[in-house]
């Protein structure tokens, strides 16, 4: 039986920077899905694409 420290990789900073940048770009990602998405729907029902007070 292999020991766990050998089986899987230690957790240390580089693993927190990786997910710390995953999470970064997966907020960007949703956000620019968002905005497309958006626009699409205030097209389809005519709507001006940005509006303004």
């Known amino acids: 039986m292999a020991a ?3 089986t ?3 957790i240390g900073p580089l ?3 990786v ?3 995953y ?6 990602v949703i956000e ?3 905005r497309v998405l958006h626009g699409q729907v205030r097209e389809q029902v ?5 509006t303004t007070f």
């Open 4 to 6: 766990i420290g050998k």
């Open 15 to 17: 693993t927190r920077a």
């Open 23 to 28: 999470l970064q770009w997966r907020k960007g």
């Open 32 to 34: 620019e899905l968002m």
């Open 46 to 50: 005519k709507k001006a694409q940005w």
């Open 19 to 21: 997910y710390w940048l």
């Open 8 to 10: 899987y990789p230690r």
